[in-house]
């Protein structure tokens, strides 16, 4: 959760050009790079359900990337993404626990060929409620389409290739 910390942080450093805490902010980003790397090394095939995640796993560390520094990231996050999607079948669908967040993280890297095999997966795992909506299974017995992190919604929001809902940008 840190990392969220430090992507509000270096966002300000951003706008109001103050470049007090970039040392910082990158050896930040290099310390999470490095546990992925690590993580890359072991594999990611016996982790628990949560570590996969947004709320607490990798999918969050690698949006951070994204969203700090990139461009200086780029392969190192494709390539937790190819290794990360190898577990689909751990993932659950939604934003928060499952491969929405992994998806979240694919939209900034443009990494099409993965973007297409996860809206395939999280097709696979939908069905139409009693209103006829596309609706997706999930963690929760019964399914909330409006809940964005364990709901239908960020399922929707990423699959439509939206930014992360709370990304931040001086335009």
């Known amino acids: 959760m840190s ?3 430090v992507y509000v942080l270096n966002y300000y450093s951003q706008l109001y050009e103050d470049v007090i805490y970039d040392e910082s902010i990158e050896s930040f980003s290099d310390f999470i ?3 992925i790397r690590n993580q890359l090394e ?3 095939d016996s982790l628990k359900l949560l570590d996969y995640s947004w709320c607490e796993g990798f999918s969050d560390l690698l949006l951070y990337l994204c969203l700090v520094n990139q ?3 780029q392969l190192l996050i494709v390539q937790s993404q190819n290794e990360l999607f190898k ?10 626990h499952g491969l929405a967040s992994l998806l ?12 297409e095999k996860i809206v395939a997966i999280l097709i696979t795992r939908s069905y139409r409620d009693s209103n006829d909506c596309l ?3 999930s963690e929760e017995p019964s399914q909330s389409v409006v809940d964005f992190g364990t709901g239908t919604l960020g399922i929707y ?3 439509l290739k939206e930014k992360f809902l709370f990304h931040l940008d001086k335009e």
């Open 3 to 5: 990392q969220r910390l």
């Open 71 to 73: 461009e200086k990231y």
């Open 157 to 159: 929001w990423t699959m």
């Open 33 to 35: 790079s490095d546990k």
């Open 42 to 44: 072991v594999g990611f």
């Open 87 to 96: 577990q689909h079948l751990h993932m659950g669908t939604s934003y928060c």
């Open 135 to 137: 609706v997706f299974q």
């Open 104 to 115: 979240q993280t694919v939209i900034y890297t443009e990494n099409d060929e993965l973007y």
